[in-house]
Each structure stands twice: as structure tokens, then as C-alpha cells.
């Protein structure tokens, strides 16, 4: 394994070792938060929690963006980092000054005006409105600073201050449980505020000790830098609204439907999605800036090595999680909530086929990054997105019950995903039939064989705690068994073997 592979490695069991916590210590704090707020607070605090997501949609692009002009001016000799950071940090401060002034135009006569809340909530709606809204613009300007330390890959810095994030709000969360005023929602908002401030402290301070000449503030007067970072990122802005605008969209029309206890399922469910997909995806973002790196210099046959594994890697580590969790969904919601909304499972159980087929570009995502014209890319992507919003009001509008829009999802994303691969065949010269070979035909076959077992588990009939948790481990050992014997090849088996400690790396 060469110094580049052992680096992903190194740096994707750093992202598993933060993803555990984070996962242990996130679903903990999704059930202390659920029984301190209970489900319609709960509702509302995703709900408006999404409308900040969806006013503040550019900064997306523009973070990804910033990665990939770091990325590119590093793999060069001349490369101009220090000017292409504070090109990133110039348009994210003028992106947070209009995303303040949209939202407190706009944005708070909607909410004033428009959302639908229980009697009573009003004002509480609109204080955590103000809350997001300054963590809101607190993550705008921290966007550069975490970029570059992705740029630099330093995974570890990174997986060590998420990890610290999350145990320090579950540690304020689990002191507010014992709270029984009214102000539980408010107090709620204000820590996930102040840990959001805490986490934009350490970033600046860290990269001024990392990178001084880089971070050092300056001013650059050319428009032409701004004019080509912002031309990469105005077709990414399409996407990132229609991305954003159908999750949001999804919220608003449920909220406008069935009222905020089913946006509670709904948070529910992506929460979960959420987890699975962070739990999958660590070896993409970890392969990130090689990708795009090699995609620079023109270096197609790594690209295409680094793309195929990624997908490949993302698929089967999703399917290890993904069938574990469903052969006892509602059990497993049961430990984790205690109450279950109505609703919940069937929510769960479709958002992780969206998460399933949203992993399947693994890879793909950043080899779009690193192509120069990303037009044809963001606009079918965003059509696709886009056009699940008007059919899922329409199909509410005749009685449909509240998961349509996530089945429409699904059947989006799979559209997209073929048109991907397609014009990235066409436009970027990115072998399509090589990466559909070997990305998805190994978790195709470990999908088949454990679809047959966890059908027909239901026939079993197990009720006892005990069979339920045996049920669990053995899905996981089958599927994680699968993915070693079908999953992985030979070399890649090695590969695995020799990052293990030397006592397991010589039980042969």
C-alpha cells in the first residue's frame, strides 16, 4: 500500500472512530431531546431548523468549491493558496451579510406569518428562528477554515473537534433534562448555538497556528479571482437549491398536511438516514482530495482507481448497517426513543432506501467537483430534486399518506444516478461501465443474498429480547462476512489485514 492509500486509510479509520462517538452520543442526545421537548417542539425545532437550511443553500456550493480551488492550487508548483482562502473568506462574509438580511425580511414574515405552529408556540418559533439564524451565519463563516483543513487532509484534527462537539452538547443536553419551565425549546437552541460558536473558536485558532501566512488577513482586490470561483460555483448553486429546497420543501409540505407530529416522525427518520450515510460515507470524504488532485494533473487512471473503491467501499459498509438495523427497525427505535411517533418505522425504513441510493455516488460527486464544467451535471441533478416537491403536493392533495414524498425520493435519485454516470462518460471521459462494474456489481450480490434472509426472518416470529438481539449480531456477522468474502478482493482482504493490530494480523 503506497504512502497516498495508507493516508485514506489512516484517515477514514480516524472519521470511524469519530463517527462512533458522534452516532452513540447523537442517537443518546436524540432521546434526551425527545423527552425534553416532546414531539411537536421536536417538530418545530427541525422545521424551522430546515427553513434556515434551505435560506442558507449557497453556502453548500461554495464550501465545496472552496475545497476544490484549495485542492487544485496545492497539487500545483505555483499554486496560490493563501490568495484562494481569502477569495473563499471575502465571499462567505458578503453571503452571510445577505443571508442575514433575507432572513430577517423574508424569512421571519414566514415564519410569522405562514408556518403552522400549536397555539401558544409563537414566540417561541421565532426566538429559535433568531437562534438558527445567528448559527446560521456562524457556520458561513467558518466554511473556508474547515475547507482548507480538509484540503490538507487533517482528518484527525477534525474527527477529534467533531467528537468533542458532540459530547459537550449531550453533557448541557442531559443537564437541561432535569429542566421544567417553559423555556425548554429556547434553551434547547441557545446550546446548539453556543456549541456551534465554540466549535468556529478552535477552527480560526488552529489555523492560525497551522497555516499563519495562509490565514493571515488580506484583501484581494482582483475581480477576476472572485469571478472564477464564483463561475464554478453558480451552476452548484442549483443544485444546492434544489437539494436543499426538496428537504425543506418535504418538511414544509408535511408541516402543511399533517401538522408538526409528523414532522416529528420525519426528523425521525432523517436523523437515522443521517447517521447510516455518515457511517458510509467516511471513506469517500476521506478520498476526497486525492480525487480531485489527481484530477488536476490529468491523472485519470487514479481517478477512476480512487473513484471505483470508493463507491464500492460505501455500498458495502452501508449494507452492513442497513440490514442490521432492519431485521429489528422497531425494536431498535423502541431502545432508542422509548415513545415512537406514529409513523416512525415506515419513515425510517424508506429514508435508509434513500440513503442506499444516495451512496451510490460514491466517488462520482468528487470527480464532478474536479470537472471544470459542471453545467449539464447540476441541471439534470436539480430537475430530478426539484420535481418531487409539485408531484408530492399534488399526490397529498388527493389523500396520499405522508411517506409519498419519500418514495419519490428514491425513485429521483435513481433517475439522476444513471444520467450522472451517463454524462460523466460523455463530458469528463470518466469510464461509466467500469465503475457501474466495479462499484456496484460485488454489493449487488451481498444485497441479494441477505435480502433472501432478512425477508423471510419475519416467518421466525422471535419476540424475546434476547432472540431480537441474537437476530441483530448475526445479520451483522452474515453481512460483514459477505462483504469480506464477496465484497473485497484478494489484495483488498491483505490490505484490511495489515492495518489490523499485529497479534489479530498473525491468527491465521
Same mark, same amino acid.
Given at each position: 500500500?503506497?504512502?497516498?492509500?495508507?493516508?485514506?486509510?489512516?484517515?477514514?479509520?480516524?472519521?470511524?472512530?469519530?463517527?462512533?462517538?458522534?452516532?452513540?452520543? /447523537?442517537?443518546?442526545?436524540?432521546?434526551?431531546?425527545?423527552?425534553?421537548?416532546?414531539?411537536?417542539?421536536?417538530?418545530?425545532?427541525?422545521?424551522? /431548523?430546515?427553513?434556515?437550511?434551505?435560506?442558507t443553500f449557497v453556502t453548500i456550493p461554495l464550501a465545496n468549491a472552496t475545497s476544490r480551488f484549495l485542492n487544485v492550487?496545492?497539487?500545483?508548483?505555483?499554486? !496560490?493558496?493563501?490568495?484562494?482562502?481569502?477569495?473563499?473568506?471575502?465571499?462567505?462574509?458578503?453571503?452571510?451579510?445577505?443571508?442575514?438580511?433575507?432572513?430577517?425580511?423574508?424569512?421571519?414574515?414566514?415564519?410569522?406569518?405562514?408556518?403552522?405552529? !400549536?397555539?401558544?408556540?409563537?414566540?417561541?418559533?421565532?426566538?429559535?428562528?433568531?437562534?438558527?439564524?445567528?448559527?446560521?451565519?456562524?457556520?458561513?463563516?467558518?466554511?473556508?477554515?474547515?475547507?482548507?483543513?480538509q484540503a490538507h487532509e487533517r482528518f484527525k484534527f477534525l474527527a477529534l473537534l467533531d467528537t468533542a462537539t458532540t459530547?459537550?452538547?449531550?453533557?448541557?443536553?442531559?443537564?437541561?433534562?432535569?429542566?421544567?419551565?417553559?423555556?425548554?425549546?429556547?434553551?434547547?437552541?441557545?446550546?446548539?448555538?453556543?456549541?456551534?460558536?465554540?466549535?468556529?473558536?478552535?477552527?480560526?485558532?488552529?489555523?492560525?497556528?497551522?497555516?499563519?501566512?495562509?490565514?493571515?488577513?488580506? %484583501?484581494?482586490?482582483?475581480?477576476?479571482?472572485?469571478?472564477?470561483?464564483?463561475?464554478?460555483?453558480?451552476?452548484?448553486?442549483?443544485?444546492?437549491?434544489?437539494?436543499?429546497?426538496?428537504?425543506?420543501?418535504?418538511?414544509?409540505?408535511?408541516?402543511?398536511?399533517?401538522?408538526?407530529?409528523?414532522?416529528?416522525?420525519?426528523?425521525?427518520?432523517?436523523?437515522?438516514?443521517?447517521?447510516?450515510?455518515?457511517?458510509?460515507?467516511?471513506?469517500?470524504?476521506?478520498?476526497?482530495?486525492?480525487?480531485?488532485?489527481?484530477?488536476?494533473?490529468?491523472?485519470?487512471?487514479?481517478?477512476?482507481?480512487?473513484?471505483?473503491?470508493?463507491?464500492?467501499?460505501?455500498?458495502?459498509?452501508?449494507?452492513?448497517?442497513?440490514?442490521?438495523?432492519?431485521?429489528?427497525?422497531?425494536?431498535?427505535?423502541?431502545?432508542?426513543?422509548?415513545?415512537?411517533?406514529?409513523?416512525?418505522?415506515?419513515?425510517?425504513?424508506?429514508?435508509?432506501?434513500?440513503?442506499?441510493?444516495?451512496?451510490?455516488? /460514491?466517488?462520482?460527486?468528487?470527480?464532478?467537483?474536479?470537472?471544470?464544467?459542471?453545467?449539464?451535471?447540476?441541471? !439534470?441533478?436539480?430537475?430530478?430534486?426539484?420535481?418531487?416537491?409539485?408531484?408530492?403536493?399534488?399526490?397529498?392533495?388527493?389523500?396520499?399518506?405522508?411517506?409519498?414524498?419519500?418514495?419519490?425520493?428514491?425513485?429521483?435519485?435513481?433517475?439522476?444516478?444513471?444520467?450522472?454516470?451517463?454524462?460523466?462518460?460523455?463530458?469528463?471521459?470518466?469510464?461509466?461501465?467500469?465503475?457501474?462494474?466495479?462499484?456496484?456489481?460485488?454489493?449487488?450480490?451481498?444485497?441479494?443474498?441477505?435480502?433472501?434472509?432478512?425477508?423471510?426472518?419475519?416467518?421466525?416470529?422471535?419476540?424475546?429480547?434476547?432472540?431480537?438481539?441474537?437476530?441483530?449480531?448475526?445479520?451483522?456477522?452474515?453481512?460483514?462476512?459477505?462483504?469480506?468474502?464477496?465484497?473485497?478482493?484478494?489484495?483488498?482482504?491483505?490490505?484490511?489485514?495489515?492495518?489490523?493490530? %499485529?497479534?489479530?494480523?498473525?491468527?491465521?
Amino acid at each position: 500500500m503506497d504512502d497516498a492509500n495508507r493516508r485514506i486509510a489512516h484517515n477514514t479509520i480516524y472519521m470511524y472512530v469519530r463517527l462512533l462517538t458522534m452516532v452513540v452520543a /447523537g442517537l443518546y442526545t436524540s432521546r434526551l431531546v425527545l423527552a425534553l421537548l416532546g414531539v411537536s417542539d421536536f417538530g418545530l425545532f427541525s422545521v424551522v /431548523g430546515g427553513l434556515m437550511v434551505m435560506l442558507t443553500f449557497v453556502t453548500i456550493p461554495l464550501a465545496n468549491a472552496t475545497s476544490r480551488f484549495l485542492n487544485v492550487e496545492m497539487s500545483r508548483p505555483d499554486g !496560490e493558496v493563501a490568495r484562494c482562502f481569502h477569495v473563499a473568506v471575502t465571499i462567505h462574509a458578503a453571503l452571510a451579510l445577505l443571508t442575514l438580511v433575507v432572513a430577517e425580511t423574508a424569512g421571519l414574515w414566514y415564519v410569522s406569518h405562514c408556518l403552522r405552529v !400549536e397555539p401558544g408556540k409563537e414566540a417561541d418559533a421565532l426566538f429559535v428562528y433568531q437562534v438558527a439564524l445567528v448559527t446560521a451565519c456562524m457556520g458561513i463563516a467558518n466554511a473556508p477554515y474547515q475547507s482548507l483543513f480538509q484540503a490538507h487532509e487533517r482528518f484527525k484534527f477534525l474527527a477529534l473537534l467533531d467528537t468533542a462537539t458532540t459530547l459537550l452538547r449531550l453533557g448541557l443536553v442531559a443537564l437541561l433534562l432535569g429542566y421544567e419551565g417553559g423555556y425548554a425549546l429556547r434553551l434547547y437552541s441557545l446550546i446548539y448555538s453556543l456549541t456551534t460558536l465554540c466549535t468556529l473558536a478552535v477552527y480560526l485558532r488552529e489555523a492560525r497556528r497551522c497555516w499563519p501566512d495562509v490565514v493571515r488577513l488580506r %484583501w484581494v482586490g482582483q475581480w477576476k479571482y472572485y469571478k472564477k470561483m464564483l463561475a464554478y460555483c453558480g451552476w452548484n448553486v442549483v443544485t444546492s437549491f434544489a437539494i436543499m429546497g426538496r428537504s425543506s420543501g418535504a418538511d414544509l409540505l408535511i408541516n402543511s398536511f399533517f401538522g408538526t407530529g409528523v414532522n416529528g416522525a420525519f426528523a425521525i427518520s432523517k436523523s437515522v438516514g443521517t447517521y447510516v450515510t455518515t457511517f458510509s460515507n467516511n471513506f469517500d470524504r476521506a478520498a476526497a482530495p486525492q480525487i480531485i488532485s489527481a484530477y488536476a494533473q490529468r491523472d485519470m487512471q487514479r481517478v477512476s482507481y480512487l473513484a471505483n473503491k470508493t463507491g464500492r467501499f460505501n455500498l458495502l459498509l452501508f449494507e452492513v448497517i442497513f440490514f442490521s438495523l432492519w431485521v429489528e427497525l422497531d425494536y431498535v427505535l423502541g431502545l432508542w426513543l422509548g415513545h415512537v411517533p406514529e409513523g416512525a418505522s415506515l419513515f425510517v425504513r424508506i429514508y435508509l432506501l434513500v440513503a442506499g441510493v444516495a451512496l451510490s455516488s /460514491g466517488g462520482l460527486s468528487h470527480v464532478v467537483r474536479a470537472y471544470d464544467d459542471v453545467k449539464w451535471f447540476q441541471i !439534470e441533478q436539480s430537475t430530478f430534486y426539484l420535481l418531487c416537491i409539485p408531484i408530492g403536493y399534488g399526490l397529498y392533495g388527493v389523500g396520499f399518506p405522508p411517506p409519498t414524498v419519500l418514495v419519490l425520493f428514491v425513485g429521483a435519485d435513481l433517475s439522476h444516478r444513471v444520467m450522472q454516470l451517463v454524462l460523466l462518460r460523455r463530458l469528463a471521459g470518466f469510464d461509466s461501465g467500469r465503475y457501474v462494474r466495479e462499484a456496484y456489481l460485488r454489493p449487488l450480490l451481498v444485497a441479494m443474498v441477505m435480502g433472501v434472509g432478512v425477508g423471510l426472518y419475519p416467518l421466525c416470529g422471535v419476540t424475546a429480547v434476547a432472540g431480537r438481539w441474537t437476530a441483530m449480531l448475526l445479520t451483522f456477522t452474515a453481512t460483514a462476512g459477505l462483504t469480506l468474502a464477496i465484497g473485497l478482493t484478494k489484495s483488498e482482504r491483505q490490505a484490511l489485514l495489515h492495518l489490523l493490530p %499485529w497479534k489479530v494480523r498473525y491468527m491465521r
